[in-house]
């Protein structure tokens, strides 16, 4: 019989609940016992959290959040000291090894504590869906969902006013939401990071819509989206309108750029945490129960290192620290090329 921990990190996502509840439910018939540390590496570092039961993970499956609730602390930003913290917790508790679910910051801690020797495997999360390793992470299927109900909401309201609807998605660094949830509700714009918009192409893209038998536009933009730079800019009247700047509410710059360049009476939208909150979807309960599941089964055939990955329709062990190596996943511009089908 052993010990295991178990700690969620970084930005929460719907889902978060139905992994605890697989790790859990899992090394329970087996007899093992698990520790849930608080806080993401935080619980881990102070010493954080409490035992998890049967009792208390059950009903936990549809529930949003995380009952052990999350951080985005860096168990190394101290450097050793951080480490020795953490060693001595683990230790103390008898923990023979860690469950880490998390996104990019929290799993390239645990990749780099697994280098150090702390026995750990991991499970990736993230709403957008830009773990590198796995076609998809916990949370970006009911993201997608939340996002494509929302902008079919504004369809309705931009077609009777006559309207440009601006929609702003999470995704800092890529755009698998903004392409998912633009082409599941029938976007006739789509603007990622991946690929800097020109605004002048933007808008005379919507002139050409609405010269057709459309008058209003649905234009899905996700928060790490920016304009290309441009050349040279001497005027500043148009520095303005060639923005650069990636931000949240980068939609309000398109926006506004949208309304002085073409005269079209335009709203924006920015859906931000609304997209993590509440259930999840079935897909994500799926996936999670089976993340939960492998992962347990890893950490308990002593397979330490490793990240559950979801490939074609498998769940599969990979290395962490392989699997991290390329960085962020960029968006697969081959479904942008599909989205752009539609911009009409
Ligand atoms: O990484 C997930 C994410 O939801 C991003 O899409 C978003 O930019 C960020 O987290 C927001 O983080 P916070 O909740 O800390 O503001």
């Known amino acids: ?151 079919d909401r504004l369809h309705t309201t931009a077609e009777s006013h006559n309207r440009v609807m601006v929609v702003e998605v999470m995704g800092r660094h890529t755009g698998w939401i903004a392409t998912f949830a633009g082409m599941a509700s029938g976007a006739d714009m789509i603007l990622v990071p991946e690929q800097p918009y020109d605004i002048q192409k933007v808008c005379a893209h919507l002139r050409r819509r609405h010269a057709g038998p459309h008058s209003f536009s649905i234009v899905v933009v996700a928060e790490g989206a920016s304009g290309i730079r441009p050349a040279r800019v001497t005027n500043p009247e148009e520095r303005h309108e060639l923005s650069t700047r990636p931000a949240e509410g980068v939609a309000f710059d398109v926006g506004k750029q949208i309304e002085e360049l073409t005269g079209y009476e335009t709203r924006v939208t ?44 498998a769940i599969c062990e990979v290395d962490l620290a392989e699997a991290l190596a390329p960085g962020k996943k960029e968006l697969d511009l081959s479904l942008y090329d599909v989205a752009e089908v539609f911009f009409e």
Request: hydrophobic residues 40%; aromatic residues 6%; proline residues 4%.
């Open 270 to 313: 920015i859906l931000g945490h609304v997209l993590r909150g509440g259930k999840p979807v079935a897909f994500d309960r799926l996936l999670a129960t089976r993340y939960g599941v492998a992962a347990t089964e890893a950490l308990t055939a002593g397979r330490f290192g490793k990240m559950m990955s979801f490939t074609g329709d």
């Open 1 to 151: 019989m052993a010990t295991y921990g178990v700690l969620t990190g970084g930005g929460d996502c719907p889902g978060l609940n139905a992994v605890i509840r697989a790790v859990v439910r899992r090394g329970l018939h087996d007899g093992h016992r698990f520790f849930g540390f608080n806080s993401g590496w935080l619980g881990v570092r102070i010493d954080k959290g409490y035992e998890l039961t049967h009792e208390n993970t059950s009903g936990l499956l549809p529930r949003g959040g995380t009952i052990l609730g999350t951080s985005r602390t860096d168990p190394l930003a101290d450097g050793e000291a951080g480490v020795d913290e953490l060693r001595a917790t683990l230790e103390r508790r008898g923990i023979d090894g860690l469950v880490v679910i998390g996104g990019n910051g929290t799993l390239g801690a645990a990749r780099e504590l697994s280098r150090r020797g702390v026995p750990l495997v991991a499970v990736p999360k993230t709403i957008d869906n830009d773990v590198p390793g796995t076609d998809f992470s916990v949370g970006f299927h009911t993201a997608v969902k939340i996002a494509t109900d929302a902008i």
